[in-house]
């Protein structure tokens, strides 16, 4: 089936309230020459996300904002997977951060990973990002990216957000939160899904 595509110009919201999620996607739509608002800025809310994969809470997200905003909404769900703690925290990712006094504290969310995978000598673990593009008539359109490597302790890096300082892709020796913002979006999770959505759905980069 063809896929649908945006023009050059239109505009759409980004269906996220997290403020490096924002900043990533921005960045990879700008050289497409689409416009972009975001879900905080219009006052959306931000849906329960219930489903057990990322594809099934970046539809949720998505459609939930392109029906608000009356506008095309690009979703973001990603997370972050540890081979030995079973692929967790995974969809869980963002909960995992959650302090029961309120808030959200990654430090202590990547310390809680380290507390119990540091016994196990396997040390894959991999960033898995949904990106689905929704139009307020219901028609979606999903894609799915990885980044794999292994995580390190302790945590290095003060670039990019959640749980990047404590994650180092193949072949690299920095972690993402060592990495210069424009390396990351170049082998990260995000990019390989951002790469499929550009290819089906998005006017081509100008430049
Ligand atoms: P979501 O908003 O439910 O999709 O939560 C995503 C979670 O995964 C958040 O806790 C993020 O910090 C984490 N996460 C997603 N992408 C990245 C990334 O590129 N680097 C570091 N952490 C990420």
């Known amino acids: 089936m063809a896929h649908r595509r945006l023009q050059r110009g239109e505009k759409i919201v980004i269906a996220s309230h997290n403020s490096g999620k924002l900043r990533e996607v921005a960045a990879l739509l700008a050289p497409h020459g689409i416009e972009v608002t975001s879900a905080g800025a219009l006052g959306l809310p931000e849906p329960d996300e219930t489903e057990t994969s990322f594809l099934g809470n970046a539809r949720i997200k998505a459609h939930a904002a392109a029906r608000a905003a009356g506008m095309p909404a690009l979703s973001d769900d990603s997370g972050f997977s540890v081979a030995a703690l079973d692929g967790a925290p995974g969809v869980y990712t963002a909960d995992w951060a959650m302090r029961p006094e309120g808030g959200r504290d990654y430090a202590w969310a990547m310390s809680k990973v380290h507390d119990l995978a540091q016994h196990a000598t396997d040390r894959a673990a991999w960033f898995t990002c949904a990106l689905v593009l929704a139009w307020p008539d219901g028609h979606e359109e999903g894609f799915e990216g990885k980044a794999e490597g292994v ?44 790469a499929l959505l550009a290819a089906s759905c998005l006017p081509p980069a100008a430049g």
């Open 151 to 194: 995580w390190v302790w302790p945590s290095r890096g003060a670039h990019g957000f959640g749980y990047d300082p404590m994650f180092v892709p193949h072949g690299r020796h920095e972690t993402f939160g060592e990495m210069d913002p424009v390396e990351k979006h170049r082998i990260s999770h995000r990019a390989a899904a951002f």
